[in-house]
């Protein structure tokens, strides 16, 4: 494949060659080491990913992942910091000085009952109702430090000035730690990002990518009384959930159809002959653009006034999450488009494929195999999910790479998604992320035009909208999230740790 790549690369420096054949020569060189490094380390990589798969970590609690990315990323010598910005599992690591600053963004965590045994087509978790990496955030901490350590040595042997980042947000799953990085100003020097995630090809993208989100819990106090004897002394907490429900499907005829607003009662009541005098329901909010679902959000707050009014309750607002819709660079596209295009896609079996195959048959997928062809440049559909990456994404210039480690047309958060993520196709697919992303920020450290664009473009979107952050002045990072369940399931989940030390070298 090696040799491949470079008939690709010399290929694409053929049409640029025609202006500057030497700078384009250079540029392939650096591209042909970090490619090296990535090959050499593949084996180490795919220890890093694999290790991660079963940690199993839950938002907020990825505290063996963080570990290991930490020594790992210091053994190969980057400056490193855990439990900025409030999270003990935050982690932040570093090389070089200076500007300019490029960072790669992303995130580890795993999801609730997501544990599984990896190859297994049937359902088979490796702990009953543990959590596990049913969306393959596990392969992120590999791809990222090996492009990241790939880039260092680049910088290295070729006196490239600049700063290379790598950001590991906790939580991602609950959107629960960007806007809180944002405000402790992590990306105050950086130039760009870029948001490393998982998917079934080699892709990236520009525009607005998804949905922002607006999450709050509102919590009602009444006053407790009997059912029977006495219940107009009190004043019924789950009446004003109820009525805040009611109040709020009201609302929705007169909604833009972009919005999307969705709820569960999280304490309802205790028993019937007691008049209740706590209340609890938490809300989502979601729309197109955050303006928008911030005008909904404050009819929200309006409603739980109302239901407060009306049973003479009380109540307070607690703020859990909120995401800006990802936006990503049609500068930063272009250039991580140039290199899919050069790496192209791995070079599967025909039993990696017919694997593929069998699963989505016993999934009950479409049969089609393995992606074999990059996806070509394009603006995708606006998606109604969120990721509280896209925050980010607003204050500083950002694009996305996804990296084909996972089966085409298993949908993540499922069990399923959590069979292949330590596979041999998960583990080529990394190779080939690694190497597309290394190179993509080889080409933003060494192209000002580029980050020039891109800045003018998010300045450009900047005036028609501008960034504001929905977190309240006092707002803390939910640091205990997720705590009780790892708690529960750690010490079963420990037994089937991989205990590997990878080192980059
Ligand atoms: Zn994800």
Redesign the pocket.
């Known amino acids: 494949m090696r040799f491949d790549v470079i008939r690709r690369g010399v290929g694409l420096c053929m049409v640029l060659g025609v202006m500057l054949p030497l700078v384009c020569r250079a540029a392939d060189e650096r591209k042909q080491l970090a490619f090296d490094v990535i090959d050499r380390n593949a084996e180490q990589m795919t220890a890093i990913s694999d290790s991660l798969y079963y940690f199993g970590e839950l938002g907020m609690q990825e505290f063996e992942s963080t570990k290991l990315l930490k020594d790992t990323l210091e053994a190969a010598g980057f400056r490193t910091e855990l439990g900025g910005a409030g999270m003990p599992t935050n982690l932040w690591a570093e090389w070089g000085s200076g500007r300019p600053k490029i960072a790669i963004v992303t995130?580890i965590d795993a999801l609730p009952g997501g544990s599984q045994t990896p190859g297994e087509f049937g359902r088979k978790p490796l702990v009953k109702d543990a959590p596990g990496h049913m969306?393959g955030?596990n392969t992120h901490g590999g791809v990222a430090s090996t492009a990241a350590f790939a880039v260092k040595e680049v910088m290295q042997r070729n006196n490239i000035p600049g700063t290379i980042a790598i950001s590991f947000g906790p939580a991602?799953e609950q959107l629960a730690s960007r806007p809180f990085l944002v405000r402790a100003g992590y990306f105050k020097d950086v130039d760009a990002v870029i948001y490393l995630?998982i998917r079934d090809t080699l892709q990236t993208g520009f525009g607005v990518q998804n949905y922002a989100a607006i999450s709050s819990i509102f919590t009602f106090h009444g006053k407790t009384a009997h059912g029977a004897i006495n219940p107009w002394d009190g004043k019924d907490a789950v009446d004003a959930v109820e009525l805040m429900d009611i109040g709020f499907d009201k609302l929705r005829e007169h909604l833009r159809p972009t919005t999307r607003a969705h709820r569960t009662i999280t304490i309802g009541g205790i028993q019937p002959n007691i008049i209740p005098d706590k209340g609890q329901i938490w809300w989502f909010v979601r729309d197109a653009s955050m303006p928008a679902a911030k005008v909904t959000y404050d009819k929200l707050l309006k409603i739980a006034e109302g239901a407060a009014l009306m049973t003479g309750t009380s109540y307070d607002v607690q703020y859990a999450a909120s995401a800006w819709p990802q936006l990503f660079s049609r500068a930063i596209g272009e250039a991580i488009q140039k290199n899919i295009d050069m790496v192209g896609m791995p070079q599967w079996t025909e039993e990696e494929n017919q694997r593929a195959k069998d699963f989505q048959k016993s999934a009950e997928k479409p049969v089609v195999g393995l992606q074999t062809k990059v996806t070509p440049l394009g603006g995708r559909a606006q998606a109604a999910s969120s990721?509280d990456s896209g925050d980010i994404s607003w204050v500083v210039p950002a694009g996305s790479m996804n990296f084909p480690s996972a089966i085409p047309g298993i949908e993540?958060h499922e069990w399923h998604a959590g069979v292949f993520p330590t596979s041999s196709i998960s583990h080529k697919g990394q190779v080939v992320g690694a190497k597309t992303l290394a190179a993509s920020v080889i080409d933003l450290l060494t192209s000002p035009d580029v980050l020039q664009k891109a800045r003018v473009e998010l300045d450009e979107q900047l005036k028609k909208t501008a960034y504001f952050s929905l977190l309240p002045p006092d707002a803390a990072p939910p640091v205990e999230l997720n705590q009780a369940d790892m708690e529960k399931y750690r010490p079963e989940m420990r037994k089937f740790y991989v205990n590997k030390t990878p080192r980059l070298q």
Do not use: M, S
Request: hydrophobic content about 15%; aromatic content about 0%.
């Open positions: 995130e969306e955030h991602e995630h990721n993540a």
